[in-house]
């Protein structure tokens, strides 16, 4: 991987935290959440793209503030110009990516950083001159509802109200002291008992009456990114423009609505569904080429397989009736449209499929022209429609992946201890062209849920969102405040919510020495353990060890919850992202911690265990005898399938069937020379050649060494063999 393309991807993630962190000021609290701030020492981000301007983009706070249309319209000039300064401060720090000695990227973000700081005054100094006082004093305590500690005024505050120590350690996790958005509920029970009766009245002031955010506030990300940002509700057009009442739009209603949404958006076409035009976030900064044209005639259909097997790679043509199809899958982007399209497959035409850009960092991180994640209902406009079997097609444009191998290897190797969605390879041809190689992921539904389980239930998705808090937290007996987190994809029962509730309290409340015989009615203990194991064995950088957001959970009709992965491309890497060495890391002893942690694959099979924000992990692993389960199923991940005299034929035998056609996709997010050398296959004359830097044999090498070194697995795999003897 070229020192470029490192830099690049490391200012990718930093720009999004900087974004996050700076349009709102925080401050550099010494009290960020358990065991430290989670991003290293420059303080917890307030809200992930909070802020005072990203508040007054939300149209249920200008009402609430009573802005007049004057004030609307500055606002808005405000946001604009916001995005503009942000987007050309991002670009400044790619300027020299690929001179022979660019500057280090600790230079560029400190940089970046510092012209970030001050935007962000000159912001907040525009949206306090542009407000009437009243106004000015009703968005703060909205802004602290909003991001709790994380609230630029939390450091004065704690402050006036003689906060102590001890008031501070309770109050942490209730006020969002990690991250991500935390409403504040002013008499909650969590909040006002760790108060004096004198703070409880100063507190009540602060905060002022509670405001009901909307669902879609989500993750923001810079202002008029996307409709509301990671975890936010897509925005509902379907049923406001299906004039015929069909359940879809054709291209009539979709014009309309289009302009619509478009308008109501206060952007130009195709604007804020992603990135701005030219500025290409992500790994491909110029967009991709056009592909070779293919003809269906000339594809043989393939018979015998199904569509998940990975021994095929199927080709998937999807014809748009327009030519500007990218532009509209953009504009509805977000949203509950889905752009109809002809699908055909082994000779075979599915009409009238829905189409979407699926994914947030995949979509907007990536230009147009380049490959993004599709989603497709083979069943949009024919509800028994079915592509051998499955009404919904994933398909992923590995981003951040230049094997193609992620998803698929994790769901391979998660398979054999747990469901989860099977995945392999599809090239997809779109309106003649060959957008290259896909990853065909099955989808989480009713279909999964009945092939695995042999029964229908309740089905919760997490999506990806670094502050989406849904490590399964006891937060009271309100459902509403388990909606916020966690997205329902079947019947929306009230059983079904409390039953999740009663799960989260049941982590909370019962002492560890009681933990595994309530739980056991209630949750597959043993499907956790190993949902857990694969997650840091595999070190799943989107998982739940470190966001605690992109699973699935399913209730079966017994009453018992599974967590089932989800996003898996982000594995089989060093770990990326906040966190790592941030809250709760923990070592279990001096040996384990080790000298010398330069390979990077040193994740510690026990980090986080007092990570309050994460108890399924933390609650789990304190009860002893569950705690050497976890361990016993590392070591088992570690010794069979990271053995790469095992792994590494099977490797080959998957890059066989995709090499060639990764060779000529002109849409891919990386070049072949990062395939080869990504894969880490040793050449033909040389079977001991070292493991490529940032490969899959690197990786399969190091991870293995490492866990099976890790001293409390030894001590449990010695106990074992000496209770054999």
């Known amino acids: 991987m070229r020192a470029a393309h490192v830099t690049r991807i490391t200012l990718t993630l930093l720009f999004a935290l900087i974004v996050a962190t700076s349009i709102a000021q925080p401050p550099q609290l010494p009290f960020g959440g358990p065991g430290g701030p989670p991003f290293g020492g420059f303080g917890p981000p307030p809200g992930m793209g909070g802020g005072l301007i990203d508040l007054l983009g939300m149209s249920e706070v200008q009402t609430e503030l009573s802005l007049t249309q004057e004030q609307q319209a500055k606002v808005h000039e405000l946001t604009e110009e916001t995005r503009r300064e942000m987007a050309e401060n991002f670009q400044r720090a790619f300027a020299d990516d690929d001179q022979e000695e660019p500057s280090p990227p600790e230079a560029r973000f400190a940089a970046m950083r510092q012209k970030m700081d001050a935007l962000a005054a000159k912001t907040n100094e525009q949206v306090q001159e ?17 991001e709790g500690m994380r609230s630029p005024q939390w450091r004065e505050i704690a402050k006036s109200l003689e906060l102590t120590e001890e008031q501070l350690g309770k109050l942490r996790g209730v006020l ?35 405001f009901e955010f909307p669902r879609s506030m989500g993750f923001g990300g810079p202002p008029g990114f996307g409709p509301g940002g990671p975890g936010a509700e897509e925005v ?3 049923d406001k423009f299906d004039a015929n009442k069909d359940g879809w739009l054709n291209q009539t209603e979709r014009e309309e609505a289009r302009d619509s949404h478009q308008s109501n958006r206060q952007g130009p076409r195709g604007g804020r569904g992603g990135p701005p035009r030219g500025f290409g976030f992500g790994r491909a900064q110029e967009p991709g080429t056009a592909g070779p044209r293919v003809a269906k005639e000339d594809v043989a259909p393939i018979s ?30 977000g949203t509950d449209v889905e752009v109809p399209a002809m699908l055909t497959v082994d000779g075979v035409e599915y009409p009238n499929v829905g189409v979407s850009f699926r ?3 995949s979509f907007m991180m990536i230009p147009k022209g380049s490959k993004r994640s599709l989603n497709v209902s083979v069943d949009l406009a024919a509800p028994e429609q079915r592509l051998l079997g499955s009404k919904t097609l994933n398909l992923l444009n590995s981003h951040e992946d230049p094997t193609f191998f992620h998803t698929a290897l994790y769901s391979k190797i998660a398979r054999e201890h747990i469901p989860t969605p099977k995945a392999n390879f599809v090239k997809v041809v779109i309106n003649g062209e060959s957008w290259g190689v896909y990853v065909n992921a099955q989808q989480f539904d009713k279909l999964f849920v009945k092939e695995n389980f042999g029964q229908d239930g309740a089905r919760w998705k997490v999506r990806g969102n670094p502050g989406a808090r849904a490590g ?31 799960l989260c309290r049941t982590l909370d409340q019962t002492p560890p020495g009681q933990l595994e015989a309530a739980l056991e009615p209630i949750l597959d ?42 996003d898996m491309n982000e594995a089989f890497q060093r770990p990326m992202g906040p966190g790592f060495g941030g809250p709760g890391r923990r070592r279990t002893s001096d040996e384990a911690r080790g000298a010398n942690q330069s390979n990077g694959y040193e994740l510690d099979p026990l980090i986080g265990l007092d990570d309050v924000t994460k108890p399924l992990r933390s609650k789990l692993l304190a009860v002893p005898r569950l705690r050497e389960r976890y361990l016993s199923n590392v070591r088992a991940i570690a010794e069979d399938s990271l053995d790469w005299a095992e792994l590494g034929p099977y490797i080959a035998i998957l890059s066989s069937r995709i090499a060639e056609d990764v060779k000529a996709d002109t849409r891919k997010l990386s070049s072949w020379a990062e395939f080869e050398s990504a894969v880490g296959l040793p050449s033909a004359d040389n079977s001991n050649e ?3 830097k940032q490969s899959l044999r690197e990786f399969a090498t190091e991870r293995r060494r490492y866990l099976l070194d890790y001293p409390d697995i030894n001590r449990i795999q010695d106990a074992k063999e000496e209770d054999a003897q």
């Not at 542009?130 to 909003?146: A, H, N, V, Y």
């Not at 504040?184 to 509670?210: M, R």
């Not at 909606?483 to 919510?497: A, L, N, P, V």
């Not at 950088?541 to 470190?546: A, E, K, M, R, T």
């Open 525 to 566: 203990v043993d499907g956790a353990l190993w949902f857990l194991a694969l997650d840091n064995a595999l070190i799943n950088s989107d998982g739940y060890w470190i966001r605690a957001s992109d699973y699935s959970i399913f209730r079966d009709a017994r009453g018992k919850f599974h967590l089932i992965p989800h």
């Open 304 to 333: 015998n397989a199904s569509l998940y097997d990975l021994a095929v790679v199927r080709t998937l043509f999807l014809d748009f009736e327009n030519d500007d199809w990218e532009d509209e899958l953009e504009a509805f982007h």
């Open 359 to 361: 994914g947030m960092s």
């Open 472 to 502: 399964l937290e006891y937060v009271g007996d309100k459902v509403e405040d388990y909606k916020r987190t966690y997205q329902i994809k079947s019947g929306d029962k009230d059983e079904d919510w409390h039953a999740l509730i009663n």
């Open 176 to 210: 969002g002291g990690t991250f991500g958005p935390a409403p504040v509920e002013p008499f909650s029970p969590k909040v006002t008992a760790a108060l004096n009766d004198d703070q409880k009245l100063q507190w009540a002031t602060l905060v002022g009456k509670p």
């Open 130 to 146: 542009l407000l009437e006082k009243p106004q000015w004093e009703r968005l703060e305590q909205l802004q602290l509802q909003r």
């Open 690 to 692: 070292e493991p490529n």
């Open 236 to 238: 509902k057009l379907v």
